[in-house]
């Protein structure tokens, strides 16, 4: 019996690398940049180790557009120490970027590859003639520029597996409890096209699939959401990336077979309350008792509805009664400074 061919693709979005990661931090305590760095070399080694034929990133790179030069080094080396592996890494900038990658001599390698304008990437992998279109993250009514971003990538049809990646929000897709309907910044469902097998969108930061059906087949559009956790807002839900495997019929024709999540660790977040029954006598030990409760690693944010307790909650006071090995964050209000 013939093996079967197939061809394996890592896809994950939204890493938000040098979130929470000062370069010259004043204040001495942990961090939650090295969980984002974390979590993106776990998926860089697990292309490595399943043997993945492709990793395509969904944009949101980066956390913001102006990354500290050290924050950018720190990022491309990441991938420059994953380019000899021969897998090609395709990214196409999100609204963080403002839809452009720092310019970097790192990005030079052959096996790393950018959307900085509409296009079409193509690879031949196991017999499969695959494309990738994409654009960058378009900021300002994608709901009227969507079908001529399209045109502008200049698809190929003769590719045997052809996917869209971009960075947009899909009418229907969910955050929490909030659905996006309508808007220039929503492309509407009935636009997507026919033409792609699917379409790899990041931006939406809970992982979730659509499905559009047409008469001869069903076209999915796939968020893997964010690689951690970047508010509370996300605090129940998993973070991680997608697994996607595509195998030739005996038709010769390639079809998805395989979509699966897989699972990034994330760190538990957990909140205190600090109302009327709290004053600045019992606030240390209400801390304390509340935090020894907690996984040693907690992210806790401190939910302060007594207003006379702001004074008291110091970077000072807040660095001595919390573990080191926890964050926490103050929920509307800043660090008071006397």
Known sequence: MDEIKKVKIVFLADSHLGFDYPVKPRIERRRRGNDFFDNFRKVLDYAVDTKADL??????????AKVPQKIVDLSYSILLDFAPNNIPFVVVPGNHERSKMPVSIFLNHPNLFIFDVPKTFEFNINGARLSISGFPCERKDVKGKFSNLIKECKPIAESDIKLLLVHQTFEGSKVINYTFKHGKDIIPFQEVPEFF?????????????????????????????????????????DKGFYEIIYTQRPNKLWKMKELNFIKLPTRPMVD??????????????VIRTETA???EDAIVRLKVNNENLIPYLTAEFLKQIFPATMNYELSGVKYYKK
């Open 272 to 285: 205190i309350i600090l109302d009327d029954s709290v004053n600045h006598e019992n606030l240390e030990d």
């Open 55 to 64: 990793v395509l990133h969904g944009g949101d790179f980066f956390f913001r």
């Open 197 to 237: 097998d699917a379409i790899l969108s990041g931006h939406i930061h809970r992982q979730q699939v659509l499905v559009k059906n047409f008469t001869a087949k069903r076209v999915p559009v796939i968020y893997p959401g964010s690689i951690e956790r970047t508010s509370f807002q996300e605090r129940t839900e």
């Open 293 to 295: 409760k907690f996984p």
